[in-house]
């Protein structure tokens, strides 16, 4: 009898465990962190590196966020960028003074801003967040950078600028008295080959009183 007690016993305790061992992980691991896949730029351009997450725990002063970058060529993650009670910007190396914090923890906000981006910029960023007791769960989100060369734009110089301000002023000018020039020519031309009405008829009566004497 005691020996089935203590069977039953056993077989109560592992399937204690079993469920603890199931359920325990979703009751503290429901932290979720949240990039986009992809993200495009120009040269000389800045960009938002966006993260958001979710989380059971309220925010703390244990809460850690950090932003890591591995290159396109290759090589380790290297995090250049955390966050615990307050942020720590870069003061060296690739990153050194381009970064701005844009992330408010208590919104489910760490996203991060990247100045000034380069070519040597494309590579992928992970973002990284540890809200304890949320331990588990999806606390990375990867985003990929392409940075590609800024078409080039057409820029006048101050020469050019002020040779269009000289030139076109001037060739209305020379235009308007080249006009002047010939129109009175014309007038003239015309004024000489033109004979009113009245000249014409006093002319017919000049030549009749002529014929009649």
């Known amino acids: 009898m005691s020996r089935m007690f203590q069977r039953d016993c056993s077989l109560e305790v592992v399937l204690l465990l079993y469920l603890l061992g199931y359920f325990a992980p979703s009751l503290v691991s429901s932290i979720t962190v949240s990039s986009p896949a992809e993200l495009h730029a120009s040269a000389g351009d800045p960009v938002t590196l966006s ?7 309220r925010p703390t002063s ?13 090589g380790p993650p290297e995090t250049f960028f955390h966050f615990s009670s307050r942020a720590f910007l870069p003061g060296e190396g690739q990153f050194s003074g381009r970064i701005q914090w844009r992330g408010s923890p208590a919104r489910g906000e760490a996203s991060i801003s990247l100045i000034n981006s380069t070519l040597n910029d ?13 331990v588990h769960g999806s606390p990375n989100s990867h985003t990929v950078l392409t940075v590609t060369p800024k078409a080039p734009s057409v820029r006048f110089s ?5 040779l269009f301000l000289v030139l076109i002023p001037s ?5 308007i008295l080249i006009g002047r020039m ?11 080959g033109y004979r009113s009405a009245i000249e014409v008829t006093e002319g017919i009566l000049r030549v009749s009183t002529s014929t009649t004497t």
């Not at 494309?122 to 949320?134: I, L």
């Not at 060739?171 to 235009?175: D, R």
Request: charged letters at 20%.
């Open 122 to 134: 494309n590579g992928t960023y992970t973002c990284s967040v540890r809200n304890p007791p949320d």
């Open 62 to 74: 244990k809460m850690i966020i950090d932003w890591s970058y591995r290159p396109q060529t290759g």
């Open 51 to 57: 993260c958001t997450f979710s989380s059971t725990s």
């Open 171 to 175: 060739t209305l000018l020379a235009l």
């Open 182 to 192: 010939l129109y009175p020519k014309r007038q003239r031309s015309q004024s000489k």
């Open 158 to 162: 101050d020469a050019a600028v002020l």
